[in-house]
């Protein structure tokens, strides 16, 4: 089965820091561009970063440029996203996806083929 497993949310206060963690299992992790996205209660889906799969190229919307930065361990099927300099309008749940491909650094939501369950970051002021 295919797992996609988010950690590492929390609250933290505004200017704060936190990093998210995305374990992923049941697929050759290599293969994969993976995807953070966000989403509040009554918003659009938003896609935040998204690095590929082999040369770890690397994509992030302009709200996060600067302060995200997206990583991945091939070796321990791990992605993850480094959060610094939180404001309050990042509060949001964060997913993780995969998307098969050698190379993909898009926000199409029907292109992912799998996804997390999210986790809560919530950004006080």
């Known amino acids: 089965e295919v797992q996609l497993v988010e950690s590492g949310g929390g609250l933290v206060q505004e200017g704060g820091s936190l990093r998210l963690s995305c374990a992923v299992s049941?697929?050759?992790?290599?293969?994969?561009?993976i995807g953070w996205f966000r989403q509040t209660l009554g918003k659009e889906r938003e896609g935040v970063s998204v690095?590929?799969?082999?040369?770890?190229?690397?994509y992030y919307v302009d709200s996060v440029k600067g302060r995200f930065t997206i990583s991945r361990d091939n070796a321990k099927n791990m992605a993850y996203l480094q959060m610094n300099n939180l404001k309050p309008e990042d509060t949001s749940i964060y997913s993780c996806?995969?998307?098969?491909?050698?190379?993909?650094?898009?926000?199409?939501?029907?292109?992912?083929?799998?996804w997390g369950q999210g986790t809560q970051v919530t950004v006080s002021s």
């Open positions: 049941g697929l050759t992790f290599a293969d994969y561009t």
């Open positions: 996806a995969a998307r098969r491909g050698s190379w993909y650094l898009g926000f199409e939501f029907d292109e992912y083929d799998y």
């Open positions: 690095i590929a799969s082999r040369d770890g190229t690397t």
